[in-house]
């Protein structure tokens, strides 16, 4: 029986990736579910013509989305925060943030009172059409009642992990795609069939109505009749049709390779959907509900489309219960996209020593951040308990996170321009040369829009810039005050580090560790120099063989364990492990491969590599050019491990990676040799020799490599021994590199 090998393995926050498709649905359940309620709550305050306003709004978001793009072509880890700090540094990206999550804590509680508004709706519709109506039904408190079973129901699955909620999106995208598809049809034929009213232009005077509501601050003066003023007000009302773009930058850590194509795709898919969803809903409002009924509908905006749509009364009232059960399943998502967004956006800062590090300790059983999760859903119900369910609230105070964040993320994507104009793989549309510099008209653009209208909502929308500047002055003097706190505790220690939870005492061996048989072992030693596990990553396909990063500890680093065999990485691993284990993480999460990680004890380091490829059964191991070795040194030391190892020894193959690109393998144990042309010539020439004769016909070359390897071994045990070894000497000092 062989000794049993004890190990630490780490595990770590989020090494989970997931498909385009599911990344696509995570955020539309954010940007579609608002076409559930922008268009009605936008028509509530500037008219008519909000449908076109809907539709600007839907198209910029074409270009919102490439500014997210292009931050995440810099940044895995990326989003307002990691963007706006690298570009004006901690103090606006910490404002940015506490705009953010005024945005994140309203996204969920809005789109789960929605969900009530449109289940609460339909149940008073089915009393009154079957004559036992509710008197004085309590929709707005019912709605918040269902608002916190839908948050904590999602609380829940994102403590199990991003997989299993994303999911679920995707379950609910599905579902909601045949809703559209239904909807668009239906609703052709309908117009088609009668006279219909399309929007009014808003550009023409009186078509915006300039009350209090819509004008805010702004209200009777000189600036409330400029016509661009009206239509930035106008778009500035309309831009919670827009929810959602962080979502986007916070999900590409979980995208899967190849990770740049496929955030590409989802934002696609996202544009395409939304585009299609959002606007026409608000179209074919005003097309279809008249005008003097339509006000009640504000809050249940597809639901009156339903209503009015041509056909029977049963076939209408069956496809107004689909619309409910969707609507209820999206906005519910919404919910969760809300929690995934914010989780992000506080890990990061937690790894950058905003939030102490408690807030990213892994769960004990499904190694998610837990704690963020918690805080930013107890938050949400204490919102809808707050606004008592309702909606149009919940809807006016929305804008404001979402806008501000928008506007500083486009100001430090300009500045990155300027002062990092490398390092990232894909560029906003745009870009003019002049005089050897680069002129990023289309980011130029953008930023003008987004800040505008920030402004312009600012003044218009008194309640939510109320509630917003204090709700984002209170989240910057928290964050400002827990960094001091954290620097103070971390003075002199490294910053950024990922936090692991290992699990100590653990037996070695691919069934322990969860890793398949013909795996991939990576050799690890120094933080800063992984180009050889950012090579492998790309071409191992890991659905089909898994990737196992280790790195080996010698005995007089050994930790002293006490009874328990779960850890917290402070506990049992130095700075340089873990700085070494961060860096390993961020390698795969750039390109969407999962890892597990090892740590094993060992007294030599080629010892500990071989014993543990063998306990896994890896097929292949993976590391670096040694500092102090040559390759064919570091082969050797590797090969001698593996003649030490006990029987069975498998067949395997080291490859050592150069700096320069260049790769070398060496088959361990017994293996076929490989010859050189001219030792190829000569052991033919020989057998050409010896089968002239043809008493010999019958010679193959093995036998003629059999005689010659018996007598080398009989000479080496004679005195001719030292002149045979000077002659290798000279052979191996002219080997050629062919």
């Known amino acids: 029986m062989r000794p049993a090998v004890k190990v630490f393995v780490a595990t770590t926050v989020m090494l989970t990736f997931i498909s385009f498709w599911r990344a696509a649905a995570i955020v539309l359940a954010d940007l579609a579910s608002s076409a559930y309620y922008a268009g009605g709550d936008a028509e509530k305050v500037i008219g ?16 919102v989305r490439a500014l997210y793009i292009e931050s995440s072509s810099m940044f895995v880890r990326g989003g307002v925060y990691r963007v706006v700090k690298e570009a004006m540094g901690g103090t606006l990206a910490k404002i940015s943030v506490s705009a953010l999550l005024f945005d994140y804590v309203l996204t969920g509680p809005i789109s789960a009172v929605s969900a009530g508004q449109y289940l609460a709706g339909f149940i008073e519709d089915i009393a009154r059409y079957s004559h036992h109506p509710f008197p004085n039904f309590p929709e707005n408190t019912f709605a918040a009642a269902f608002a916190i079973l839908i948050a904590l129901y999602f609380w829940w699955k994102n403590i199990q992990g991003i997989h299993e ?8 995208m599905i579902i909601t795609t045949v809703m559209v598809v239904i909807l668009i049809i239906w609703c052709t034929i309908t117009i088609l069939r009668a006279p219909i009213q399309m929007p009014p232009n808003p550009l023409h005077p009186g078509v915006v109505p300039l009350t209090k509501e819509s004008m805010g601050w702004l209200y009777d003066s000189w600036l409330s009749h400029l016509t661009w003023i009206i239509c930035f007000v106008g778009f500035g009302h309309s831009v919670l049709a827009m929810s959602g773009e962080e979502t986007l930058a916070q999900v590409n850590r979980e995208i899967e390779h190849p990770k740049l194509k496929n955030l590409e795709k989802t934002g696609a898919i996202i544009f395409v959907y939304s585009l299609l969803f959002t606007s026409l809903v608000s179209f074919f409002a005003v097309m279809i509900i008249p005008d003097k009924v339509r006000p009640e509908y504000f809050g249940n905006l597809i639901g009156g489309i339903a209503m009015f749509l041509a056909g029977p009364t049963w076939a209408r009232l069956s496809f107004r219960a689909f619309v409910v059960l969707v609507g209820v399943l999206i906005l519910a998502g919404a919910q969760n996209t809300s929690i995934v967004g914010a989780n992000g956006v506080l890990s990061r800062m937690a790894e950058d020593g905003v939030l102490t590090a408690g807030f990213q300790k892994p769960h004990p059983r499904f190694g998610t951040s837990y704690r963020i999760v918690n805080l930013i859903v107890i938050l949400q119900v204490l919102t809808i308990i707050l606004t008592r369910g309702n909606v149009f609230i919940l809807a006016g105070l929305y804008a404001f996170g979402v806008i501000w964040s928008f506007a500083f993320m486009s100001l430090a994507v300009v500045v990155l321009r300027y002062k990092n104009p490398g390092n990232r793989e894909w560029r906003v549309p745009g870009n003019i040369t002049l005089f050897g510099k680069e002129i990023p008209i289309g980011l130029f653009i953008i930023s003008t829009v987004l800040f505008i209208t920030a402004l312009v909502n600012l003044c218009t929308k008194s309640q939510a810039t109320i509630a917003g500047v204090i709700f984002s002055g209170v989240f910057f003097g928290i964050f400002t005050y827990s960094e001091h706190r954290v620097s103070k505790t971390n003075k002199g220690k490294p910053e950024g580090l990922a936090q692991f939870r290992v699990y100590g005492n653990e037996e070695l061996g691919s069934n322990e560790l969860g890793v398949r048989p013909g795996n991939v072992l990576v050799a690890v030693r120094d933080p800063r120099n992984l180009y050889y596990l950012r090579e492998v990553l790309r071409r191992t396909d890991t659905t089909k063989q898994d990737l196992v990063v280790m790195t080996a500890r010698l005995y007089q680093r050994e930790h002293s364990f006490s009874a328990r065999t779960v850890y917290e990485a402070n506990e049992i691993f130095d700075h340089y492990e873990q700085e070494l284990f961060t860096a390993a993480v961020t390698v795969a999460e750039k390109e969407g491969r999962p890892v597990s990680l090892l740590v094993v004890p060992a007294g030599d380091v080629f010892d500990a590599i071989v014993v543990t490829a063998q306990r896994l059964g890896s097929s292949r191991i ?74 010999y016909a019958g010679a193959h070359h093995y036998h003629v490599v059999a005689l010659a390897l018996e007598e080398l071994q009989r000479e080496l045990g004679s005195p001719d021994r030292a002149a045979l070894l000077a002659k290798l000497l000279d052979e191996m000092h002219n080997d050629s590199p062919n």
């Open 48 to 63: 008519k013509s909000a449908p076109w306003f809907i539709l600007a709004v839907m198209l910029f978001s074409y270009a």
């Open 165 to 172: 909620s994303s999911g679920k999106a995707l379950q609910i």
């Open 622 to 695: 993976v590391c670096g050019l040694s500092n102090k070795l040559t390759t064919d040194e570091q082969a050797k030391l590797t090969g001698d491990a593996w003649e030490r190892l006990p029987e069975p020894r498998p067949r395997l193959i080291i490859e050592v990676h150069e700096p320069g690109g260049k790769v070398r393998e060496y088959p361990l144990g017994p293996h076929t040799p490989r010859m050189r042309p001219k030792d190829l010539e000569l052991m033919h020439r020989v057998w050409l020799d010896i089968t002239s004769d043809p008493r």
